[in-house]
Protein backbone atom coordinates (compact mmCIF):
# COMPACT_ATOMS: atom_id res chain seq x y z
CA UNK A 1 0.00 0.00 0.00
CA UNK A 2 1.40 3.43 -1.06
CA UNK A 3 2.08 5.93 1.99
CA UNK A 4 0.32 9.00 1.94
CA UNK A 5 1.91 11.76 -0.09
CA UNK A 6 3.52 14.69 1.70
CA UNK A 7 1.95 18.21 0.37
CA UNK A 8 3.92 20.86 0.04
CA UNK A 9 2.48 24.50 1.42
CA UNK A 10 3.80 27.83 1.14
CA UNK A 11 3.53 30.23 3.59
CA UNK A 12 3.45 33.67 1.84
CA UNK A 13 4.94 36.29 4.52
CA UNK A 14 7.42 35.63 7.43
CA UNK A 15 6.14 37.70 10.34
CA UNK A 16 4.78 36.45 13.54
CA UNK A 17 1.56 35.76 12.00
CA UNK A 18 3.65 33.61 8.76
CA UNK A 19 5.85 31.90 11.33
CA UNK A 20 2.75 30.77 13.90
CA UNK A 21 1.13 29.25 10.60
CA UNK A 22 4.03 27.34 9.77
CA UNK A 23 4.10 25.87 13.50
CA UNK A 24 0.84 24.95 13.43
CA UNK A 25 1.51 22.81 9.80
CA UNK A 26 4.32 20.98 11.41
CA UNK A 27 2.82 20.47 14.73
CA UNK A 28 -0.79 19.53 13.87
CA UNK A 29 -0.67 17.92 10.25
CA UNK A 30 -0.64 14.30 11.00
CA UNK A 31 -4.39 14.68 12.15
CA UNK A 32 -5.97 16.58 8.99
CA UNK A 33 -3.75 15.24 6.31
CA UNK A 34 -2.73 11.51 7.83
CA UNK A 35 0.36 12.26 5.84
CA UNK A 36 2.86 13.38 8.43
CA UNK A 37 3.84 17.00 8.72
CA UNK A 38 4.14 18.83 5.36
CA UNK A 39 6.90 20.52 3.34
CA UNK A 40 7.21 23.81 4.46
CA UNK A 41 8.16 27.09 2.55
CA UNK A 42 8.37 30.28 3.98
CA UNK A 43 8.69 33.19 1.56
CA UNK A 44 9.55 36.43 2.69
CA UNK A 45 10.31 39.42 0.28
CA UNK A 46 12.26 41.42 2.89
CA UNK A 47 16.01 40.95 3.95
CA UNK A 48 14.48 39.18 7.05
CA UNK A 49 11.61 37.27 8.86
CA UNK A 50 10.18 38.35 12.12
CA UNK A 51 7.65 41.50 10.46
CA UNK A 52 7.06 43.93 12.94
CA UNK A 53 9.16 42.06 15.67
CA UNK A 54 12.50 43.50 15.36
CA UNK A 55 15.30 44.71 17.89
CA UNK A 56 18.43 46.12 17.90
CA UNK A 57 21.64 47.15 20.02
CA UNK A 58 21.61 50.23 21.30
CA UNK A 59 23.03 52.09 24.02
CA UNK A 60 24.66 48.97 24.91
CA UNK A 61 21.43 46.59 25.51
CA UNK A 62 18.98 44.90 22.87
CA UNK A 63 15.69 47.11 22.71
CA UNK A 64 12.35 46.58 20.60
CA UNK A 65 12.20 48.42 18.20
CA UNK A 66 8.19 47.80 17.42
CA UNK A 67 5.95 45.80 19.87
CA UNK A 68 8.34 45.60 23.29
CA UNK A 69 5.36 43.31 24.79
CA UNK A 70 2.55 41.04 24.27
CA UNK A 71 -1.09 40.86 26.52
CA UNK A 72 -0.94 38.34 28.99
CA UNK A 73 -4.80 37.73 29.59
CA UNK A 74 -4.90 36.45 25.27
CA UNK A 75 -3.50 33.46 25.57
CA UNK A 76 -2.36 32.17 21.98
CA UNK A 77 1.17 34.03 22.47
CA UNK A 78 1.94 32.36 26.04
CA UNK A 79 0.69 29.05 24.54
CA UNK A 80 3.40 29.39 21.44
CA UNK A 81 5.76 30.56 24.39
CA UNK A 82 5.01 27.29 26.36
CA UNK A 83 5.18 25.03 22.74
CA UNK A 84 8.81 26.22 21.92
CA UNK A 85 10.34 26.25 25.23
CA UNK A 86 10.82 29.51 26.71
CA UNK A 87 7.96 29.89 28.88
CA UNK A 88 10.92 30.73 31.29
CA UNK A 89 11.93 33.43 29.80
CA UNK A 90 8.88 35.55 29.93
CA UNK A 91 9.32 38.52 31.92
CA UNK A 92 6.37 40.88 33.37
CA UNK A 93 6.42 44.71 33.06
CA UNK A 94 8.48 45.81 36.06
CA UNK A 95 6.52 48.91 37.39
CA UNK A 96 2.85 50.20 36.77
CA UNK A 97 0.63 53.19 35.92
CA UNK A 98 0.97 55.75 32.92
CA UNK A 99 0.44 59.01 32.62
CA UNK A 100 -1.36 61.41 30.13
CA UNK A 101 -0.94 65.00 28.91
CA UNK A 102 -3.65 66.61 29.49
CA UNK A 103 -5.11 70.23 30.15
CA UNK A 104 -1.33 70.95 30.45
CA UNK A 105 0.26 69.04 32.26
CA UNK A 106 1.18 65.00 32.85
CA UNK A 107 -1.56 63.56 35.12
CA UNK A 108 -1.21 60.09 36.38
CA UNK A 109 -4.63 57.67 34.94
CA UNK A 110 -7.25 56.77 36.53
CA UNK A 111 -7.72 53.61 38.14
CA UNK A 112 -10.56 51.01 37.27
CA UNK A 113 -10.32 51.72 33.65
CA UNK A 114 -11.55 49.22 31.08
CA UNK A 115 -9.28 49.87 27.94
CA UNK A 116 -9.83 53.58 28.58
CA UNK A 117 -13.21 53.81 29.46
CA UNK A 118 -13.57 54.95 33.23
CA UNK A 119 -15.81 52.13 35.47
CA UNK A 120 -16.11 54.26 38.36
CA UNK A 121 -16.31 58.22 38.63
CA UNK A 122 -14.47 59.21 41.88
CA UNK A 123 -10.56 57.76 40.20
CA UNK A 124 -12.03 59.82 37.05
CA UNK A 125 -12.51 62.85 39.02
CA UNK A 126 -9.60 63.39 41.35
CA UNK A 127 -7.59 62.75 38.37
CA UNK A 128 -8.00 65.76 36.70
CA UNK A 129 -8.27 64.63 33.60
CA UNK A 130 -11.50 66.60 32.95
CA UNK A 131 -12.86 69.55 34.23
CA UNK A 132 -15.83 69.95 37.45
CA UNK A 133 -17.91 70.30 34.78
CA UNK A 134 -16.70 67.94 32.62
CA UNK A 135 -16.37 65.27 35.46
CA UNK A 136 -20.18 65.87 36.50
CA UNK A 137 -21.54 65.35 32.75
CA UNK A 138 -19.89 61.99 33.29
CA UNK A 139 -22.09 61.12 36.13
CA UNK A 140 -25.32 61.38 34.29
CA UNK A 141 -24.61 57.85 32.89
CA UNK A 142 -24.98 56.86 36.70
CA UNK A 143 -27.85 58.81 37.59
CA UNK A 144 -29.81 58.90 34.56
CA UNK A 145 -29.50 55.14 33.05
CA UNK A 146 -29.60 54.27 29.79
CA UNK A 147 -32.82 52.00 28.61
CA UNK A 148 -30.05 50.05 26.29
CA UNK A 149 -29.59 49.76 22.97
CA UNK A 150 -31.72 47.13 21.02
CA UNK A 151 -29.32 44.10 20.79
CA UNK A 152 -28.73 44.01 16.92
CA UNK A 153 -26.26 43.34 14.66
CA UNK A 154 -24.82 46.07 13.63
CA UNK A 155 -21.73 47.85 14.48
CA UNK A 156 -20.82 51.28 16.00
CA UNK A 157 -17.90 53.30 16.00
CA UNK A 158 -16.10 53.62 19.47
CA UNK A 159 -16.41 57.13 19.79
CA UNK A 160 -19.88 57.35 18.95
CA UNK A 161 -20.69 54.80 22.03
CA UNK A 162 -18.92 56.62 24.63
CA UNK A 163 -19.66 60.04 23.36
CA UNK A 164 -22.87 59.48 23.46
CA UNK A 165 -22.61 57.62 27.15
CA UNK A 166 -20.12 59.69 28.89
CA UNK A 167 -19.06 62.82 26.87
CA UNK A 168 -16.61 63.59 24.43
CA UNK A 169 -13.86 65.00 26.54
CA UNK A 170 -13.83 60.96 27.98
CA UNK A 171 -13.31 60.31 24.45
CA UNK A 172 -10.53 62.42 23.46
CA UNK A 173 -8.55 62.45 26.66
CA UNK A 174 -8.68 58.79 27.91
CA UNK A 175 -10.02 56.52 25.06
CA UNK A 176 -8.55 57.16 22.00
CA UNK A 177 -4.88 57.98 23.36
CA UNK A 178 -5.71 54.01 24.39
CA UNK A 179 -8.19 52.21 22.32
CA UNK A 180 -6.74 54.57 19.23
CA UNK A 181 -2.99 54.33 20.64
CA UNK A 182 -3.19 50.81 20.06
CA UNK A 183 -4.53 50.93 16.78
CA UNK A 184 -2.31 53.89 15.38
CA UNK A 185 -5.86 55.37 14.62
CA UNK A 186 -8.69 57.42 15.41
CA UNK A 187 -12.04 56.31 17.76
CA UNK A 188 -14.20 58.23 15.67
CA UNK A 189 -13.72 55.30 13.15
CA UNK A 190 -12.69 52.63 14.78
CA UNK A 191 -14.94 49.41 15.17
CA UNK A 192 -16.66 49.05 18.30
CA UNK A 193 -17.14 45.08 17.68
CA UNK A 194 -13.68 44.84 16.24
CA UNK A 195 -11.88 46.58 18.86
CA UNK A 196 -13.85 46.19 22.23
CA UNK A 197 -16.33 43.92 21.83
CA UNK A 198 -17.01 43.65 24.95
CA UNK A 199 -18.39 47.96 24.81
CA UNK A 200 -20.67 46.86 21.96
CA UNK A 201 -22.43 43.80 24.78
CA UNK A 202 -22.50 46.54 27.23
CA UNK A 203 -24.18 49.87 25.31
CA UNK A 204 -27.01 46.98 24.69
CA UNK A 205 -27.34 46.59 28.49
CA UNK A 206 -29.86 48.79 30.59
CA UNK A 207 -28.34 51.11 33.13
CA UNK A 208 -24.87 52.74 33.19
CA UNK A 209 -22.08 51.53 30.83
CA UNK A 210 -19.87 52.44 33.55
CA UNK A 211 -21.07 50.13 35.80
CA UNK A 212 -21.52 46.95 33.10
CA UNK A 213 -17.71 47.31 32.24
CA UNK A 214 -16.73 47.08 35.61
CA UNK A 215 -18.58 43.98 35.90
CA UNK A 216 -16.69 42.12 33.31
CA UNK A 217 -14.29 39.61 34.65
CA UNK A 218 -10.73 41.03 35.24
CA UNK A 219 -7.20 39.07 35.62
CA UNK A 220 -5.96 38.05 38.98
CA UNK A 221 -4.35 40.91 41.23
CA UNK A 222 -1.01 39.49 41.19
CA UNK A 223 -1.19 38.43 37.27
CA UNK A 224 1.01 40.40 34.61
CA UNK A 225 -0.98 42.21 32.22
CA UNK A 226 2.01 42.35 29.61
CA UNK A 227 4.27 39.63 29.26
CA UNK A 228 8.08 39.91 26.99
CA UNK A 229 11.02 37.95 27.15
CA UNK A 230 14.36 38.50 28.92
CA UNK A 231 16.01 39.23 25.65
CA UNK A 232 13.33 41.52 24.26
CA UNK A 233 9.95 40.64 23.05
CA UNK A 234 11.39 39.91 19.32
CA UNK A 235 13.71 37.39 20.83
CA UNK A 236 10.58 35.27 20.01
CA UNK A 237 10.89 35.16 16.50
CA UNK A 238 14.45 33.89 16.95
CA UNK A 239 13.08 30.85 19.21
CA UNK A 240 10.32 30.41 16.75
CA UNK A 241 12.75 30.23 14.00
CA UNK A 242 15.07 27.88 15.78
CA UNK A 243 12.78 25.38 16.36
CA UNK A 244 11.49 25.65 12.80
CA UNK A 245 14.48 24.71 11.04
CA UNK A 246 16.47 22.71 13.20
CA UNK A 247 17.82 19.69 11.88
CA UNK A 248 17.33 17.07 14.46
CA UNK A 249 13.71 17.61 14.09
CA UNK A 250 11.22 15.12 11.44
CA UNK A 251 9.60 18.20 9.89
CA UNK A 252 10.80 20.03 6.34
CA UNK A 253 10.46 23.55 6.87
CA UNK A 254 12.88 26.11 5.20
CA UNK A 255 12.28 29.89 5.31
CA UNK A 256 13.53 31.86 2.54
CA UNK A 257 13.91 35.87 2.66
CA UNK A 258 14.44 37.95 -0.43
CA UNK A 259 12.11 35.98 -2.25
CA UNK A 260 8.43 37.83 -3.13
CA UNK A 261 5.42 36.28 -4.95
CA UNK A 262 4.63 37.67 -7.99
CA UNK A 263 2.18 35.96 -9.06
CA UNK A 264 -0.15 32.50 -7.99
CA UNK A 265 -1.94 31.14 -10.78
CA UNK A 266 -4.28 27.78 -10.58
CA UNK A 267 -2.39 24.42 -11.97
CA UNK A 268 -4.27 22.02 -14.43
CA UNK A 269 -4.56 18.61 -14.64
CA UNK A 270 -3.53 17.40 -10.41
CA UNK A 271 -6.18 18.98 -8.10
CA UNK A 272 -4.52 17.29 -5.33
CA UNK A 273 -1.22 17.48 -6.58
CA UNK A 274 1.87 18.54 -5.20
CA UNK A 275 5.18 16.18 -4.30
CA UNK A 276 4.82 12.50 -4.51
CA UNK A 277 8.78 12.43 -4.52
CA UNK A 278 8.78 13.32 -0.32
CA UNK A 279 11.01 16.71 0.81
CA UNK A 280 14.09 18.75 0.58
CA UNK A 281 15.11 20.45 3.86
CA UNK A 282 17.88 22.65 2.25
CA UNK A 283 15.01 24.28 0.47
CA UNK A 284 15.67 22.85 -3.00
CA UNK A 285 13.16 21.38 -5.65
CA UNK A 286 9.95 20.97 -3.69
CA UNK A 287 7.99 18.94 -6.57
CA UNK A 288 10.79 16.54 -8.45
CA UNK A 289 12.47 17.24 -11.18
CA UNK A 290 10.19 19.66 -12.21
CA UNK A 291 9.41 23.15 -10.91
CA UNK A 292 6.12 23.41 -12.11
CA UNK A 293 4.71 19.98 -12.46
CA UNK A 294 2.08 18.64 -9.58
CA UNK A 295 0.51 20.89 -7.12
CA UNK A 296 -2.66 22.96 -7.17
CA UNK A 297 -0.99 26.49 -7.45
CA UNK A 298 1.76 27.52 -9.02
CA UNK A 299 3.66 30.49 -7.50
CA UNK A 300 5.74 32.93 -10.10
CA UNK A 301 8.44 34.23 -7.69
CA UNK A 302 11.03 37.09 -7.72
CA UNK A 303 13.35 38.74 -5.14
CA UNK A 304 17.56 38.22 -5.29
CA UNK A 305 17.01 34.87 -3.80
CA UNK A 306 13.99 33.17 -5.87
CA UNK A 307 15.94 31.30 -8.07
CA UNK A 308 17.52 29.15 -4.91
CA UNK A 309 14.44 27.65 -4.42
CA UNK A 310 13.63 25.42 -7.62
CA UNK A 311 17.06 24.40 -8.09
CA UNK A 312 16.98 25.66 -11.95
CA UNK A 313 15.96 29.48 -11.81
CA UNK A 314 13.03 29.00 -13.16
CA UNK A 315 11.45 30.75 -10.28
CA UNK A 316 8.53 29.00 -10.13
CA UNK A 317 6.78 26.66 -7.26
CA UNK A 318 4.52 24.25 -6.68
CA UNK A 319 2.45 24.10 -3.66
CA UNK A 320 -0.85 22.47 -2.59
CA UNK A 321 -2.04 24.98 0.09
CA UNK A 322 -1.19 28.17 0.57
CA UNK A 323 -1.48 30.65 3.46
CA UNK A 324 -0.86 34.31 2.70
CA UNK A 325 0.29 35.71 5.42
CA UNK A 326 0.11 39.73 3.87
CA UNK A 327 -0.75 43.21 4.58
CA UNK A 328 -4.27 43.78 3.14
CA UNK A 329 -2.64 45.71 -0.35
CA UNK A 330 -0.22 42.70 -1.15
CA UNK A 331 -2.58 40.05 -0.90
CA UNK A 332 -5.09 41.77 -2.39
CA UNK A 333 -3.11 41.90 -5.54
CA UNK A 334 -2.28 38.08 -5.66
CA UNK A 335 -5.97 37.08 -5.04
CA UNK A 336 -7.47 39.35 -7.64
CA UNK A 337 -7.51 37.20 -10.71
CA UNK A 338 -8.65 33.71 -8.28
CA UNK A 339 -11.65 36.12 -6.20
CA UNK A 340 -12.31 39.17 -7.16
CA UNK A 341 -14.74 39.69 -4.04
CA UNK A 342 -11.91 39.62 -1.55
CA UNK A 343 -9.56 41.18 -3.54
CA UNK A 344 -11.62 44.34 -3.81
CA UNK A 345 -12.83 44.04 0.33
CA UNK A 346 -8.80 44.12 0.81
CA UNK A 347 -8.07 46.68 -0.89
CA UNK A 348 -10.17 49.15 0.53
CA UNK A 349 -8.25 48.50 3.93
CA UNK A 350 -6.35 51.04 4.98
CA UNK A 351 -3.36 51.30 6.84
CA UNK A 352 -1.44 53.91 9.07
CA UNK A 353 2.30 54.49 9.29
CA UNK A 354 4.18 55.22 12.78
CA UNK A 355 7.55 55.82 13.71
CA UNK A 356 9.66 55.61 16.92
CA UNK A 357 12.98 57.18 18.19
CA UNK A 358 14.90 55.70 20.54
CA UNK A 359 17.27 57.87 23.05
CA UNK A 360 19.55 57.50 25.81
CA UNK A 361 19.38 60.16 28.01
CA UNK A 362 21.22 60.66 31.39
CA UNK A 363 18.71 60.45 34.53
CA UNK A 364 20.35 63.92 35.60
CA UNK A 365 19.36 66.15 32.89
CA UNK A 366 15.78 64.52 33.57
CA UNK A 367 13.92 67.33 35.63
CA UNK A 368 10.46 65.78 36.22
CA UNK A 369 9.97 62.17 38.08
CA UNK A 370 9.39 59.29 35.77
CA UNK A 371 6.68 57.54 36.93
CA UNK A 372 5.00 53.91 35.72
CA UNK A 373 5.60 52.77 32.38
CA UNK A 374 5.43 56.12 30.29
CA UNK A 375 2.16 58.66 28.71
CA UNK A 376 0.13 59.43 26.14
CA UNK A 377 -0.24 62.14 24.43
CA UNK A 378 -4.13 62.82 23.19
CA UNK A 379 -4.51 64.68 19.98
CA UNK A 380 -6.08 67.46 21.88
CA UNK A 381 -3.14 68.06 23.98
CA UNK A 382 -0.80 70.93 22.56
CA UNK A 383 3.09 70.92 22.97
CA UNK A 384 5.08 74.43 23.07
CA UNK A 385 1.37 75.43 21.49
CA UNK A 386 1.47 73.31 18.76
CA UNK A 387 -0.46 70.26 17.77
CA UNK A 388 2.05 67.40 19.24
CA UNK A 389 4.01 65.27 17.22
CA UNK A 390 4.26 62.41 19.61
CA UNK A 391 1.86 60.18 20.51
CA UNK A 392 3.21 58.82 23.40
CA UNK A 393 6.44 57.60 25.30
CA UNK A 394 7.61 54.28 27.36
CA UNK A 395 10.06 54.91 30.20
CA UNK A 396 12.16 51.48 28.64
CA UNK A 397 14.37 51.01 31.21
CA UNK A 398 11.83 51.41 33.60
CA UNK A 399 9.14 49.14 31.81
CA UNK A 400 11.58 46.47 31.69
CA UNK A 401 14.52 45.79 34.69
CA UNK A 402 16.57 44.14 32.25
CA UNK A 403 16.92 47.60 30.43
CA UNK A 404 18.06 49.21 33.44
CA UNK A 405 21.34 51.39 33.72
CA UNK A 406 22.50 53.23 36.36
CA UNK A 407 23.91 55.76 34.12
CA UNK A 408 21.04 55.88 31.44
CA UNK A 409 17.74 56.03 30.63
CA UNK A 410 16.36 54.82 27.85
CA UNK A 411 13.21 56.44 26.43
CA UNK A 412 11.32 55.84 23.36
CA UNK A 413 9.03 58.41 21.31
CA UNK A 414 5.98 57.12 19.36
CA UNK A 415 4.88 59.45 16.24
CA UNK A 416 2.27 58.75 13.69
CA UNK A 417 -1.17 57.57 13.64
CA UNK A 418 -3.73 57.62 10.85
CA UNK A 419 -4.66 60.92 9.52
CA UNK A 420 -1.42 62.56 10.81
CA UNK A 421 1.90 61.68 8.13
CA UNK A 422 4.09 64.63 9.42
CA UNK A 423 6.67 62.67 11.01
CA UNK A 424 7.18 60.82 7.16
CA UNK A 425 7.89 64.63 6.32
CA UNK A 426 11.12 64.88 8.26
CA UNK A 427 14.27 62.90 7.59
CA UNK A 428 15.73 60.94 10.59
CA UNK A 429 17.65 64.08 12.08
CA UNK A 430 14.49 66.52 12.06
CA UNK A 431 12.49 63.60 13.32
CA UNK A 432 14.58 63.26 16.19
CA UNK A 433 15.08 66.80 17.08
CA UNK A 434 11.82 67.40 17.18
CA UNK A 435 10.71 64.40 18.97
CA UNK A 436 13.56 65.32 22.17
CA UNK A 437 12.15 68.72 21.22
CA UNK A 438 8.48 67.75 22.83
CA UNK A 439 9.95 65.29 25.25
CA UNK A 440 12.11 68.17 26.55
CA UNK A 441 9.26 69.98 26.93
CA UNK A 442 7.12 67.52 28.50
CA UNK A 443 9.97 66.04 31.16
CA UNK A 444 11.70 69.19 31.71
CA UNK A 445 14.83 67.97 30.11
CA UNK A 446 18.27 69.90 30.76
CA UNK A 447 21.10 69.15 28.23
CA UNK A 448 20.86 66.73 24.97
CA UNK A 449 20.95 62.74 24.29
CA UNK A 450 23.58 60.50 24.06
CA UNK A 451 22.45 58.49 21.72
CA UNK A 452 18.99 58.39 18.97
CA UNK A 453 17.88 55.68 16.76
CA UNK A 454 14.92 56.11 14.35
CA UNK A 455 12.61 53.66 13.32
CA UNK A 456 10.38 53.94 10.81
CA UNK A 457 7.25 51.44 9.87
CA UNK A 458 5.50 52.33 7.25
CA UNK A 459 1.40 50.81 6.45
CA UNK A 460 1.95 49.10 10.20
CA UNK A 461 -1.28 49.17 11.00
CA UNK A 462 -4.70 48.08 9.41
CA UNK A 463 -7.25 50.64 10.77
CA UNK A 464 -10.62 48.17 11.52
CA UNK A 465 -13.13 51.20 10.69
CA UNK A 466 -17.10 50.22 11.73
CA UNK A 467 -18.25 46.98 9.75
CA UNK A 468 -15.00 45.50 9.62
CA UNK A 469 -15.89 42.17 10.99
CA UNK A 470 -18.62 42.08 8.41
CA UNK A 471 -15.78 42.46 6.04
CA UNK A 472 -13.52 40.10 7.29
CA UNK A 473 -16.23 37.50 7.52
CA UNK A 474 -17.11 37.86 4.04
CA UNK A 475 -13.16 37.98 2.67
CA UNK A 476 -12.65 34.26 4.86
CA UNK A 477 -16.10 33.12 3.10
CA UNK A 478 -14.30 33.89 -0.59
CA UNK A 479 -11.23 32.79 0.03
CA UNK A 480 -12.26 29.20 1.59
CA UNK A 481 -13.57 29.01 -1.90
CA UNK A 482 -9.86 28.37 -3.08
CA UNK A 483 -8.69 24.64 -2.79
CA UNK A 484 -5.93 24.74 0.15
CA UNK A 485 -5.48 28.50 0.85
CA UNK A 486 -6.30 30.96 3.84
CA UNK A 487 -5.61 34.39 4.90
CA UNK A 488 -3.89 35.28 7.73
CA UNK A 489 -2.07 38.71 9.92
CA UNK A 490 -3.03 41.65 11.26
CA UNK A 491 -5.64 43.02 8.76
CA UNK A 492 -8.26 40.61 9.78
CA UNK A 493 -9.29 39.91 13.79
CA UNK A 494 -6.65 42.41 16.12
CA UNK A 495 -3.24 44.41 15.57
CA UNK A 496 -1.50 42.13 18.74
CA UNK A 497 1.00 39.53 18.99
CA UNK A 498 -1.14 37.24 20.53
CA UNK A 499 -4.16 37.69 17.98
CA UNK A 500 -1.19 37.78 14.70
CA UNK A 501 -0.57 34.07 16.39
CA UNK A 502 -3.71 33.22 16.64
CA UNK A 503 -4.68 34.07 13.08
CA UNK A 504 -1.59 32.59 11.95
CA UNK A 505 -2.52 28.93 13.21
CA UNK A 506 -6.01 29.22 12.36
CA UNK A 507 -4.91 29.70 8.60
CA UNK A 508 -2.95 26.49 8.95
CA UNK A 509 -5.88 24.69 10.03
CA UNK A 510 -7.95 25.71 7.91
CA UNK A 511 -5.05 24.77 4.52
CA UNK A 512 -4.93 21.31 6.66
CA UNK A 513 -8.20 20.82 6.72
CA UNK A 514 -9.17 21.37 3.39
CA UNK A 515 -6.18 19.23 1.96
CA UNK A 516 -7.44 16.94 4.02
CA UNK A 517 -10.74 16.52 2.99
CA UNK A 518 -8.99 16.56 -0.78
CA UNK A 519 -7.27 13.64 0.01
CA UNK A 520 -9.92 12.15 1.21
Known amino acids: MTAPRRPVIAVVGGGIAGLSAAWELVTSSDIATGAGPPIVHVLEAGNRVGGKLDSAEFAGRTVDLAADAFLARRPEATELCEQIGVRDELVPVGTTGASILARGRLRPMPAALNLGVPTRWWPLARSGLLSPGESLRVTKDLVMPHLGAAPVSGDRSVADIIGERLGRPVVERLVDPLIGGINAGGVDELSAAATFPALIAASHQTGSLMRSLGRLPRPAGSAPVFWSLRQGTASLVDRLVDKLVNPRSAWDVSIHTGVSVDAITQASGNPSGGNPSGGNPSGGNP???????????????????AAGITGNGEGALAVDGIVLALPAQ?????LAVHSPMAAGLLSAIDYSSVGVVTLAVQPDAINRRLDGTGFLVPRTSPIGGRPALMTGCTYLSRKWPHLASAGTELIRVSVGRYGDERHTQLDDDELTAAAFGEL?????????????????????????????????AKIEEAVAALPGMAVAGSAYRGVGIPACVGSGRSAARTVLASLGESSR
Not at 287 to 305: A, E, F, K, V
Not at 442 to 470: C, E, K, M, N
Open 440 to 472: AQVLDIHGGFSDSRVTRWSGAFPQYRVGHLIRV
Open 330 to 334: PASVL
Open 287 to 305: SGDNPSGGGTWRLTLGGIN
